[in-house]
């Protein structure tokens, strides 16, 4: 019966990409509601709090507890708003924010010639990712637009200022990559950096540098999060939005979050590939996820020992017992290659998401002129730098591992003159 | 600008020294927050709270004299202490109400009480419901606050 299942599913392609679709609709509305525990745990304690801890143990189940509120508080759409707009807009953004996960190669790993863990390679994938990810602006602009309200509408022209200055630099950077993979095809760009033996960060680490702070800005995070800065515009562009619509930008936002994470460690950071995937030397490295699973145990165990109360004890000994039946699972051979790619995917990914995380609690939030200059005096010019350095590099001597040398010293050399052309406004520098 | 504070600029030493910081209070024992239901927090030593009469331990008579002193020494005229005489000529105290809602808790009264019988402790959790509740009489001033304790 199963067997027969099996079958059908793999002689059909489209049943099994909507399988696939459907695993990486709800594996993602997951990890995006956990997300949102993590920040507020992480943003906690990097500020001496504790964060979410009355619903479940630790607060576990608060994003269930946030989930469901949201679903039942009542929708309002203002007298004012433009109805149909406003209930498009959070579609268009969460539409966007999903459909990029299309063309993301989570693993390589074949099974009777179908790939398991992505849906698609398309040839333009690069491409793909850039023009849907792009279509969520539109939510934002017409949500703010729509709502006939000015605290949105202003968020709104932010975002669209902010999103079109730093995609030129995020595209320009993503380019200089593209130069050394010669394709745009995800899986491609990551089997290149297999061959070349080292990930692209090594090869561009000016363009990485780049990405990142172009990321942030373009999902409208701290220290860019301008579009729905608190103490100016209440909330930004959804700030007449309430309940289930209200739900649907959040997870847009966060979405967006793990599409720019999956982007960057796919060109930069090697994707699936675990590091230094070509030195035979640390093939040790394979038992990772083993070793991950105990060690999350030994974490829950640590915090069973710490717990009073009995709910939570007993919540935790599950967890445990959870984590060591999922370390012999890993232990059996074909499942820890299996779940090679995945694994090591998902860790960098979780890194970059913690990284954002970890940049909103530490930097203060710019103000607008500055958040300007930065994009179009520093990281275009730089981007540009980059990319013609690249180009020339790779055209005289090919994509070899010595012209990095090159390519970095210019960048930098270029960003020295970049920053002392800049004057410092608030004179820090003058002051050390 | 010198070449060091060039380096400097170049690799963001600044974002990466406050980036350092923030990471640095990850750490379990920097955690602040008290989880008040379930662990009361220390309170000062010298820390007036609520008022309490206090009993003999082992006769559990009261040890209060109703001489009226703490009542007279209230700047706020918040004690009404209540007597009887016995057949003996004696005093003894038959009710004790003190008004929380009006003290201030500047502790006169304890310093005036000859026998110290009245007392503020350290108990905080007085708040309540009504008005009246803040009205204490004897058998509460006796008990003390009993707030319901937090399981889960």
């Known amino acids: 019966m199963l067997q027969s299942t099996v079958n059908f599913i793999f002689a059909n392609p489209l049943l099994l990409a909507l399988i696939q679709i459907l695993i990486i609709f709800g594996v993602i509305s997951g990890i995006v509601a956990y997300l949102v525990y993590m920040e507020r745990k992480v943003l906690a304690f990097m500020q001496a709090r504790l964060g979410p801890m009355r619903v479940g143990p630790w607060g576990l189940l608060q994003p269930v507890a946030d989930g469901l509120k949201l679903l039942i508080k009542e929708d309002i759409i203002p007298a004012g708003a433009d109805k149909w707009l406003f209930l498009l807009a959070p579609a268009i953004s969460i539409f966007a924010a999903f459909t990029v996960f299309a063309a993301i190669p989570f ?29 969520g602006i539109y939510g934002i602009i017409l949500g703010g637009w729509a709502s006939n309200s000015h605290f949105p509408l202003l968020g709104a022209l932010r975002s669209s200022a902010q999103l079109v200055s730093y995609e030129v630099a995020a595209g320009m950077a993503l380019v200089g990559v593209l130069l050394f993979s010669s394709s745009l095809s995800m899986v491609e760009i990551v089997k290149q950096q297999n061959t070349m033996g080292v990930w692209n960060v090594f090869f561009q680490p000016v363009a990485f540098l780049i990405y990142v702070i172009a990321a942030v800005a373009e999902t409208n995070r701290n220290p860019f999060d301008l579009p729905e800065a608190e103490s100016e515009l209440t909330a930004g562009f959804h700030t007449e939005y309430s309940g289930f619509r209200f739900a649907l930008y959040f997870m847009a936002e966060y979405t967006n979050m793990v599409v720019v994470s999956c982007i960057a460690v796919t ?44 709910l939570d004890r007993y919540f935790f000994a599950f967890l445990i017992a959870c984590f060591v039946v999922l370390a012999l699972l890993l232990a059996i051979p074909p499942v820890l290659n299996a779940i090679q790619g995945l694994f090591w995917f998902s860790v960098k990914v979780l890194a970059f998401l913690y990284a954002f995380i970890w940049y909103r609690a530490t930097f203060p939030r710019y103000r607008y002129d500055q958040l300007m200059d930065v994009g179009w005096r520093f990281l275009i010019p ?51 | 600008m010198d070449w060091k504070d060039f380096l400097w600029r170049i690799f963001l030493v600044d974002l990466i020294k406050g980036l350092r910081l923030t990471f640095s209070y990850q750490r379990p024992d920097a955690i602040y927050t008290e989880q008040y239901p379930l662990e009361r927090p220390p309170v000062a030593e010298r820390y007036r709270g609520a008022p309490r009469l206090n009993n003999h331990p082992e006769s559990g008579e009261t040890l209060c004299i109703a001489c009226n002193l703490c009542s007279i020494a209230c700047p706020e005229n918040l004690i009404v202490v209540g007597w009887a005489r016995t057949e003996d000529r004696k005093k003894r105290l038959t009710t004790f109400t003190y008004d929380l809602s009006r003290c201030m808790f500047c502790g006169l009264c304890e310093d005036a009480c000859p026998v110290d019988a009245l007392e503020l402790t350290q108990d905080f959790e007085i708040a309540n419901y009504s008005r009246e509740g803040m009205i204490w009489d004897r058998q509460a001033l006796e008990e003390g606050p009993q707030p319901s304790r937090y399981t889960r």
């Open chain 1, 382 to 432: 730089l981007a540009l730098t980059n990319l013609v350095v690249t180009a020339v590099v790779i055209w005289w001597k090919g994509p070899h591992l010595w012209p990095l040398l090159v390519i970095n010293v210019i960048c930098m050399a270029v960003m020295a003159c970049l920053l002392s052309l800049r004057s410092s406004p608030s004179g820090v520098a003058s002051e050390r």
């Open chain 1, 107 to 135: 693993a390589d790993y074949q099974v009777r010639g179908m790939n398991l863990f992505y849906v698609s390679d398309i040839n333009i994938g690069l491409l793909f990712i850039l023009a849907v990810s792009s279509l």
């Open chain 1, 267 to 310: 060109l930069f950071l090697g994707g699936w590939l675990r590091p230094f995937a070509s030195y035979k030397a640390l093939d040790f490295l394979k038992y990772a996820p083993i070793l991950a699973t105990l060690g999350g145990g030994v974490f829950v165990l640590w915090l069973w020992l710490k717990s009073s109360v009995r």
